[in-house]
């Protein structure tokens, strides 16, 4: 599958061995040999170019999911052995701070607590790292996060508010209303996908909280963030309560098949808390 996967993604075997480290006969004869195991045509390859089949396109796809899979598994594995306790929480950064501090002081007094190393994050990151098992637990944050074929629960729902520069004109408001914050000419900001690409419109690319309260400072921006999220903010911004605003609600993830008895000790800490 990894040599499938190469090819399939240069289009081309020469660059496919190069990137291998093998020979390109070697590579040749074996998509040749997964072509006949499989009984389906994968490559359609002329004399000046390689493109994907119908059913290569879909290998490709299924062959992806599967080899983050086995590299999940071998990195969890890793983490399970016994001369190296430990565990990996991701976490968006500057997202639930006050709630993970109480959750990391929380399990740390337990007597069978191990090591917690804490992986903070950009956006839609933790999800991912999750998932392909570089962390073994996260703090993730619906609907902004997709959990999926994860195994959660949710630790804290809230609502959003509407962060402005210091003395604007909606600054004195108790509340507005989504349309309101549609029609503002500040616009919102533009959040990376999972991916690393940013959706098309007007706001600015941001990655993390500094770079947006400062684009706030600056009367470049305004944004919807959780509540949790005002201790966080200084004098020079004005926050109004949004009053149809989506909520957003904090969970504790952590892959379904997992048998971590530490991740099982952290998420009943979570849940008492």
């Given at each position: 599958?990894?040599y499938f996967?190469a090819?399939?993604?240069?289009?081309?075997?020469g660059?496919?061995?190069?990137?291998?480290t093998?020979?390109q006969?070697?590579?040749?004869r074996?998509?040749?040999?997964?072509?006949?195991?499989?009984?389906?045509?994968?490559?359609?390859?002329?004399?000046?170019?390689?493109t994907?089949?119908?059913?290569?396109?879909?290998?490709?796809?299924?062959a992806?999911?599967?080899?983050?899979a086995?590299?999940?598994?071998e990195r969890?594995?890793?983490r399970?052995?016994?001369?190296?306790?430990?565990?990996?929480?991701a976490?968006?950064a500057?997202?639930?701070?006050?709630?993970?501090?109480?959750?990391l002081?929380?399990?740390?007094a337990s007597?069978?607590?191990v090591d917690?190393?804490?992986?903070?994050?950009g956006p839609?990151?933790?999800?991912?790292?999750?998932?392909?098992?570089?962390a073994?637990?996260?703090?993730?944050q619906?609907?902004?996060?997709?959990?999926?074929g994860?195994?959660?629960?949710?630790?804290?729902?809230e609502?959003?508010?509407?962060?402005?520069?210091?003395g604007h004109a909606l600054?004195?408001?108790?509340?507005?209303s989504m349309a309101?914050?549609?029609?503002?000419?500040?616009?919102?900001?533009?959040?990376?996908?999972r991916?690393?690409?940013?959706?098309?419109?007007?706001?600015?690319?941001?990655?993390?909280?500094?770079?947006?309260?400062q684009?706030?400072?600056?009367?470049?921006?305004?944004?919807?963030?959780?509540?949790?999220?005002?201790?966080?903010?200084?004098?020079d911004?004005?926050i109004v309560?949004?009053?149809?605003?989506?909520?957003v609600?904090?969970?504790?993830?952590?892959?379904?098949?997992?048998?971590?008895?530490a991740?099982?000790?952290?998420?009943?800490?979570?849940l008492?808390?």
């Open positions: 599958m990894r996967v090819v399939a993604e240069e289009l081309h075997f660059r496919a061995a190069q990137r291998l093998i020979a006969p070697p590579l040749s074996a998509i040749q040999q997964l072509e006949r195991r499989l009984g389906v045509v994968l490559l359609h390859r002329t004399t000046r170019a390689i994907l089949t119908e059913a290569g396109s879909v290998l490709l796809r299924e992806r999911l599967a080899l983050d086995v590299e999940a598994a969890r594995t890793r399970a052995a016994p001369d190296q306790p430990g565990m990996v929480l976490t968006k500057g997202a639930s701070r006050e709630l993970l501090s109480r959750l002081d929380a399990y740390a007597p069978s607590a917690v190393e804490v992986v903070l994050c839609g990151e933790s999800e991912a790292l999750l998932r392909n098992g570089s073994d637990v996260a703090l993730l619906r609907p902004h996060d997709t959990t999926a994860l195994d959660t629960e949710d630790l804290r729902t609502n959003q508010v509407l962060v402005l520069p210091e600054a004195d408001r108790p509340h507005v309101e914050v549609d029609a503002l000419p500040l616009p919102l900001p533009r959040w990376p996908r991916d690393g690409t940013y959706p098309d419109g007007p706001g600015p690319k941001v990655r993390d909280l500094i770079q947006l309260t684009l706030i400072t600056l009367g470049r921006a305004c944004a919807l963030v959780p509540e949790s999220l005002r201790a966080q903010l200084d004098g911004h004005a309560a949004v009053a149809d605003a989506p909520a609600t904090t969970v504790i993830a952590w892959p379904a098949h997992s048998r971590s008895k991740v099982a000790e952290l998420v009943r800490t979570a008492e808390l």
